[in-house]
């Protein structure tokens, strides 16, 4: 899940936030597989959490005078009434794209956190519990590789395809693309 992140990651960076987030973000892409890694994550954390607009704060900027001597009468109006209309339809945080991105950031981070672990359900309906190991790319799609824990040291590797809606989907891979997913992998582990 850490690749989404990163490709998350580098979206925000390629449009416009805040100065403090893109410090941030850039220190946690330069600090992965480091010692720094860690603490930079936590920043990038905090700066992402800090960086989402609440809509009654977004209200309240656009709303003000100083809203339409920066940004223009006009603009501030718009980003005004579409701020009120987005809180009329229940929205809590402003949804610019740069809003917009944190909130899909968070969400991944929040997924690692939650789901190092993964069950899987198989159509005789038995389970298997897993251990997330990583997602990776593969010729352009991606793979992940999960650790039983039956007790085997072997490894499950499946294509993986994440939805808009942040879901996502495992599906069996042919001969061929396992071949190249398993040799991936082994490179991985030999960095």
Known sequence: MKEIIIEKTKELLSGHCAPELKAAAEAWLAALGTEKEEAATEEYIFQLQDGIVPIDDLIALFGSEKAAETFGAEMAAQILAHGKELKAKGAEWCDCP??????????????????????????????????????????????????????????????????????????????????????????????
């Open 98 to 191: 740069a809003c917009s991105k944190a909130i899909e950031i968070l969400g991944v981070f929040d997924d690692m956190d939650e789901a190092g672990r993964m069950i899987l359900e198989f159509e005789d309906d038995s389970k298997l519990e897993c251990d997330i190991v990583c997602v990776f790319e593969v010729d352009g799609a991606s793979r992940i590789v999960l650790l039983p824990d039956d007790g085997s040291d072997e490894v499950l590797i499946y294509g993986y395809k994440e939805e808009e809606d942040e879901s996502f989907e495992l599906y069996d891979l042919t001969d061929e693309e396992f071949e190249a997913a398993s040799k991936a992998f082994d490179e991985l582990l030999a960095e």
